[in-house]
């Protein structure tokens, strides 16, 4: 009986020394096991936030026999929309986005094309790179446009970087109905990057670091996109960390007596270029007739 009371005991104490050392060993691993820290909606150019889009469709104003600008302007956008749009490239796929573009030489795209080309990748963004001209030579700084509803938040993320590192006027957010934009199924927003028709910011885009200024800081802004804050009451402030939604001009249905020249200057060349095109057609057709005839 004896006998049995001690192996009892024995297989008690062994038994509770095993689950004190389960215990202890649990107690250790816990103990170990630290709670990340908190993930900062600051952005760094380390790693992308996480975001819900990984495709950027990048269209780089203008191209081939259009110049871009008004009529006898010195600098040709074409050629800084390319090298900025190759820039932003360049920095997004660093940062593992796929990228697309609707031109990477001088070629000329149609606009039907080039929104063809941002509509046919789903949950994609449609980024437009374009300089400003005016006839007035004082016009200047920077402008965003967008469309939809749903391009308020990119167009707020790209134009608040920009005007918080670059020395240019602000010139706001604009809602306007472009082609590129109201026809976009994905978020589209059109960035001008300063007047090239004005000396200070004509020299400023002759300089490589200053385009990839602007390349770096739109780059940071559709990487900071989703930390764009929702709208809030006057007066409110915004959490430490976010970007405020910019508030917008509506364009729908005015013009801007800085830019309606040159958009006016751009419909007369591609009306123009249309009609040739045509024209050329009706030629070849009758030609066509005549040697069947």
Not at 43 to 51: F, G, H, K, Q, V
Request: with cysteine.
């Amino acid at each position: 009986m004896s006998s049995r009371s001690s192996t009892g005991r024995l297989l008690i104490a062994v038994a509770l020394g095993l689950a004190s050392t389960s215990d202890t060993a649990s107690a250790g691993l816990f103990s170990r096991e630290k709670k990340p820290a908190p993930e900062s909606i600051v952005e760094t150019d380390a790693a992308p936030p996480t975001r819900s889009s990984t495709v950027v469709v990048i269209d780089a104003g203008h191209g081939g026999f259009d110049r871009g600008g008004i009529p006898r302007q010195r600098i040709a956008e074409k050629d800084m929309t390319l090298d900025v749009s190759l820039r932003l490239r360049s920095l997004l796929q660093k940062s593992g986005y796929q990228v697309i573009m609707t031109r990477d030489r001088d070629v000329f795209v149609p606009l039907g094309t080039r929104i063809g080309i941002a509509n046919s990748y789903r949950n994609a963004i449609f980024v437009c790179i374009h300089f400003n001209s005016a006839t007035r030579a004082g016009a200047e700084g920077i402008e965003t446009y967008f469309y939809s509803r749903d391009s308020l938040a990119l167009a707020s993320a790209i134009h608040y970087n920009l005007i918080g590192n670059t020395p240019t006027p602000n010139r706001g957010v604009r809602r306007r109905g472009y082609y590129v934009l109201r026809k976009a199924r994905v978020p589209a927003v059109l960035v001008e990057c300063g007047f090239l028709t004005n000396p200070g910011e004509g020299r400023d885009a002759l300089k490589p670091t200053y385009r990839q200024s602007l390349a770096e800081n739109i780059a940071r802004g559709i990487r900071t996109r989703s930390a764009v804050a929702g709208r809030t009451s006057s007066g409110q402030l915004v959490a430490e960390g976010t970007i405020p939604l910019q508030p917008f001009i509506d364009q729908t249905r005015v013009r801007d007596p800085d830019t309606s020249r040159k958009k006016r200057s751009s419909k007369k060349r591609s009306k123009h270029k249309s009609a040739v095109s045509s024209r050329g057609s009706e030629i070849a057709s009758s030609k066509k007739k005549f040697s069947e005839d």
